[in-house]
Each structure stands twice: as structure tokens, then as C-alpha cells.
């Protein structure tokens, strides 16, 4: 069976918060199919891995099922909070993005099946 | 003495979500979403440092201002429709932004009762230098808070809904505090209206009603952020429709906590299962621990149900009770920074902006400017993924259009940021060539890091007080 390396973005989506230090990310599957590779692909140590070159800190997760959606903090990420960071993203309101970037393998069946399952929100 | 008076379903509106956000659109949900109430959330973490810099200028002022001009908008239709308006705008100071409220509303002959909340300042508890050592300690690191007592320039802790439900219950129509919890601005409007009980609420029935009405405070407290704005994806944010006339989100929540979110009709976004559950996870850490001075939420059983529409059904928040401290923010100096942004054109655009850098560089050295960090990004290639964004190589660079640099410097030493623009403009004739914008000649500014810590719950709630101003139309 062919495996397919995808980018995140393929298959999710994001929003990035701050609190103090502290960048936290909300990963969404767009459906069930979606949410089982994410909750199979996307762990901590993936993570925390995938930001390492960047933003060096411990990584937590917690999957959340009944939302089809994974949440994770990343720590020590903000130079110190949103008033002591030097980038011109000093919140990290893009950082969402970054982690859409993080690829992971899965199967050309798997990726067909979330793709081709409907969303569960309603967007017409 | 008022009865209260206990209703099946209340509906509330967001107002803005943060110091500076967009207040047309609560007009439409005063106008068309059939409200009672709005509630608006003016601070940020970081807005508490604004205002302390607006309060050591001028002790009137550490509120945020935008409530005024708000006000002056909106407070017409909302008396019109009996519509009642919570908010934390008071920062620093609630009495002066009462005050400069009521003053605002005299001038054209208005009427409100205005309650004021006030207590949330521990800055004194935090510079008691006789407190034990652990006290106060951080949150995240448990590092010691004697390390920046020193320069520590306010210190809040995060009240709960108890004094907001107390203003209403007291008749007010408007009710300013300084810091609550973002999203007690909406659970006490619920509790008030509902009859839920808050105090020494324990059994499950209760808990878990307070936890709904925490999660609607939590989906309406960031504004357009729970009704399509900022949905971070690629290629499904273009199907949010008219973000020009964006809808703020609005509840309509029942007496057994189960709630209902949605849009004014005729408005721009989206609500839908994909746009509310971004703002669900939105700054929330253990999404089973979702600590409040109310309650403790557990989002691990929330269910929401898109009903299309911009309709989603949201129940199964779980609660638990509430612990015997409260969260606190403080923020302390740490030093300055001055920020410089300086672009250059083709051809060899990369390199020259590293020559000029370099040079930067040996004259930071040359003239022995005291600095802790000099601080160099790429706006348009790597400012907003740093090292995850996959940059092209230095010949491509060299053939690009125009290369941006933002240097920022840090420093404890003001002179030395106040210095830093003018090490730059003698470039501009003997530099690199075609250069092609500079700014910053002017710019310091004061960092100020955070310090969330915890306190005693009692220490801060035995001085909390609500005071009505004002009289009623």
C-alpha cells in the first residue's frame, strides 16, 4: 500500500492562543476519517520535534474525541510574553500556520478517505 | 428590594474582544439579535501593561478608553430595547472609567446606573516583602517572585462572577470591572438572569450549568473569533462570508444551561461546528482543567451540534467545583527594546543587507553599546514560522526584489535604545547601495514581562466591592 507524506494543512485546521510564555495550538479534523490520523500522527513528541528547530520546549497533548480535535501547549515559546517578545508576531497568532506546515505520512487510502468524507460542520 | 425575575432563555452578545477591537458589529446584535444583555471584554493579558503606562502619565486615567466612544455609540439603542451592558474596560482604574462614562452621558443628558467592581488589584500582597518565599511563586516556572519584585508594575488577580451578579442583582444597567475573568463578563449576566446557583455550588446539577455558561463566555469573549474571524486554514476561510460586516456571536442560554450559539441575522461570518470550535480551544490549556474562580471545566464531554444556519447547539460541559485560589497576572519591567526596519533592492538584495547588518553589528561593538540580544528577522520570509520557513538560497535571495531586515535590540540600558536609530541614517550615503525604506529612527519602548502566580482565594474576595453611580433613567 503507498504511504503519502502530506503537510498537516492537507487535512486541518488551527488556531494559535498566548498565554504568558506559552503558545497553545487547537488541531481540527475535518471529519472522523481526519481525526484518526491526526490522533494516530500527531503526537507530543511529534510536535515538540517538529517546532525543535525553532521553538525548543516541551510539548503536551490532549485529544478530544468529541470535538474531532487535538489540543496542544508548547512551552517557552513567546520570548518571555507577548509583552517582552521581539518578533514582529510577539503573540503568536501565526503560529497556528507553523504547525499546519508539519507533515506526516499516512497512507494513499487513508488520505483519500478523509478527503473524500464530508465535513461534519455546515459551510453552504 | 428587587425580584428577580427568572426567565426560561436569556440571550447575550459579545462585545469587543480586546482594547481597540470593532464595536459596530454589537450594534447589529442589539438591533437584530433580540439581546439582553452584552458583554465586552477589553483586556488582554498584555492590556493591563498599556494601562499602567496611561495611569503613570496621567492617575485619571489605567481604564480602557474605547468604552467611551462605545458607549456613546451604542448605549441609545441598547436603552432603547432595555438591553444591559457588562464590561472589564475599568482596567486599572473602574472608578475612572465610571466616571468618565457618566461625564460622557451628563453631557447629553443621559441616564444609567452604573455599578462599579473593584478589589482585583493584589500589587500590594505582591510587594509585601514578608510573605513567605513560595508565595506568589510563578505558575509556569515556580520561580521565586522575589527575582522581579522589585519591578513589578501591576499585579491583578482574576476575579469571578460573584461581584458582576451582585451589580445586577443591585439594578445596575451598566456594569465596569477591572479584571475578571474574560469570560465571568458573560457568566454573570446568566447566572443573574437564570437563577443558577453560584455560591457554594457542589452538586452536579449546578457545577455542570456553571460550566455551560463558562463555555459560552469562553465562545463569545475573543468577538468575531467565535463567529468566523481569524479561522486559521487553507482554502476553507474564503467560504466565511462579508467579514466586512462580520456578526459577533450571540447565546441564547437556558434555564438547565443547555445554549444555543448564532449571529444576527443579515451579518457577515460564519457559525458553524468548524468556526465555534476554534474559539473553543482557543487559550485554553488542559481543555479537562479549564480553571475559573467559578468553576472548573471539563470540555472533554461538550457536544456541538450544527444545525446550519450559522446555528450550533452546544451541550455536556462538565463542572467541577472551583479551587481556593485565584489567578493573578503581574507584570514586571525587564528592560527596553528599540526596532529598526530597513529594506534593499536588486540586485544582490540579500548580501547587502548582510553587509549592512554586519556593519551594524561592528559598530554596536566599536562603540561598546551596552545590549543584551540584537534580534534580526525577515519580514516576508521568516518573521511569522522563523527557522520552519523554508527560505530560498542566497543566489535566489540575491535576485529578489528587495530584501526587508527588522533589528530589534534589547536592552536594560534607555540610552542605549534611544541611541540605536541613529546608529542607521549615515548608511543611506555611505552604505550598501539602493536601499530602499527605513524606519525607526525613534522607537523605544519598555518590555514587561509577565508573572501569572496564584492567591489565596480570601485574601482577595474580602476586599472586593460593587458600587452603584449614577441614577436611572
Known amino acids: 500500500m503507498s504511504t503519502v507524506r502530506i503537510p498537516l494543512v492537507r487535512v486541518a485546521h488551527a488556531r494559535s492562543g498566548d498565554k504568558a510564555d506559552w503558545v497553545d495550538f487547537g488541531l481540527f479534523a475535518w471529519n472522523e476519517a481526519g481525526y484518526r490520523l491526526l490522533a494516530r500522527e500527531v503526537t507530543a513528541e511529534r510536535v515538540q520535534a517538529h517546532f525543535a528547530p525553532w521553538l525548543p520546549g516541551e510539548v503536551d497533548a490532549w485529544p478530544l474525541p468529541n470535538i474531532l480535535a487535538l489540543k496542544f501547549v508548547l512551552r517557552g515559546a513567546l520570548q518571555g510574553g507577548g509583552a517582552r517578545n521581539l518578533r514582529l508576531d510577539n503573540l503568536g497568532k501565526a503560529m497556528a500556520g507553523a504547525l499546519l506546515r508539519m507533515e506526516i505520512d499516512v497512507t494513499q487510502d487513508e488520505l483519500d478517505a478523509a478527503l473524500a468524507a464530508p465535513r461534519v460542520g455546515v459551510w453552504s | 428590594m428587587k425580584i428577580k ?12 474582544g480586546f482594547y481597540g477591537d470593532n464595536w459596530e458589529p454589537v450594534a447589529a446584535s442589539i438591533e437584530r439579535g433580540g439581546v439582553q444583555f452584552i458583554a465586552s471584554d477589553h483586556l488582554a493579558e498584555l492590556t493591563l501593561a498599556i494601562l499602567q503606562k496611561d495611569r503613570q502619565r496621567d492617575p485619571s486615567l489605567g481604564y480602557a478608553r474605547d468604552v467611551v466612544p462605545m458607549l456613546m455609540k451604542l448605549w441609545p439603542l441598547m436603552r432603547e430595547r432595555g438591553v444591559r451592558f457588562v464590561c472589564n ?11 468618565a462614562v457618566l461625564a460622557a452621558f451628563q453631557a447629553k443628558g443621559w441616564k444609567a446606573r452604573v455599578a462599579v467592581v473593584s478589589g482585583d488589584d493584589v500589587l500590594p500582597c505582591l510587594l509585601d516583602q514578608t510573605a ?4 506568589f511563586a510563578h505558575l509556569f516556572s515556580s520561580a521565586p517572585v522575589a527575582g522581579v519584585r522589585d519591578r513589578l508594575v501591576f499585579g491583578n488577580a482574576y476575579l469571578g462572577a460573584r461581584p458582576i451578579v451582585a451589580a445586577l442583582d443591585a439594578g445596575a444597567d451598566i456594569v465596569i470591572t477591572g479584571r475578571v475573568a474574560d469570560a465571568a463578563l458573560f457568566l454573570g449576566p446568566l447566572v443573574h438572569s437564570l437563577g443558577w446557583t453560584l455560591d457554594g455550588a457542589t452538586d452536579a446539577r449546578d457545577l455542570d450549568r456553571l ?3 463558562l463555555t459560552v463566555g469562553h465562545l463569545l469573549e475573543c468577538s468575531g473569533q467565535g463567529s468566523g474571524g481569524n479561522f486559521g486554514s487553507q482554502g476553507a476561510w474564503q467560504a466565511i462570508p462579508d467579514l466586512a460586516h462580520i456578526g459577533y456571536p450571540i447565546a441564547e442560554v437556558w434555564e438547565d444551561g443547555s445554549a444555543l450559539i448564532t449571529k444576527a441575522p443579515g451579518t457577515g461570518g460564519r457559525v458553524n461546528f468548524d468556526t465555534v470550535r476554534q474559539q473553543l480551544l482557543y487559550e485554553v490549556h488542559n481543555p479537562h482543567a479549564y480553571f475559573s474562580p467559578d468553576v472548573v471545566l471539563d470540555m472533554g464531554g461538550i457536544q456541538l451540534l450544527d ?7 452546544l451541550t455536556g460541559a462538565r463542572g467541577g467545583a472551583p479551587t481556593d485560589t485565584l ?7 525587564d528592560g527596553y527594546k528599540a526596532e529598526v526596519t530597513w529594506g534593499f533592492s536588486w540586485p544582490d538584495a540579500w548580501d547587502k543587507a548582510q553587509a549592512a547588518q554586519a556593519t551594524i553589528r561592528t559598530l554596536l561593538k566599536d562603540k561598546r553599546i551596552p545590549h543584551e540580544e540584537l534580534y534580526v528577522e525577515y519580514p516576508g520570509l521568516n518573521s511569522a514560522h522563523g527557522a520552519l520557513a523554508p527560505l530560498p538560497k542566497p543566489d ?5 526584489n528587495e530584501i526587508w531586515t527588522r533589528l530589534v535590540l534589547r536592552t536594560s540600558d534607555k540610552a542605549a535604545a534611544d ?6 541614517p549615515w548608511m543611506g550615503l555611505s552604505g550598501p547601495a539602493y536601499t530602499c525604506g527605513f524606519t525607526g529612527l525613534h522607537n523605544t519602548s519598555e518590555l514587561l514581562g509577565i508573572w501569572p502566580t496564584l492567591i489565596p482565594r480570601a485574601d482577595v474576595e474580602a476586599g472586593v466591592q460593587v458600587e452603584l453611580l449614577g441614577d436611572g433613567a
Open chain 2, 5 to 16: 425575575t427568572i426567565m426560561k432563555s436569556i440571550r447575550i452578545g459579545a462585545g469587543l
Open chain 2, 89 to 99: 474596560a475599568g482596567g486599572l482604574n473602574p472608578q475612572g472609567a465610571a466616571k
Open chain 2, 132 to 135: 513567605p518565599v513560595e508565595a
Open chain 2, 211 to 213: 460550566a455551560q455558561g
Open chain 2, 307 to 313: 444545525e446550519g444556519e450559522d446555528r450550533v447547539r
Open chain 2, 327 to 333: 489567578k493573578v497576572v503581574a507584570g514586571f519591567r
Open chain 2, 396 to 400: 535566489a535571495l540575491n535576485q529578489s
Open chain 2, 419 to 424: 541611541g540605536f536609530g541613529r546608529l542607521f
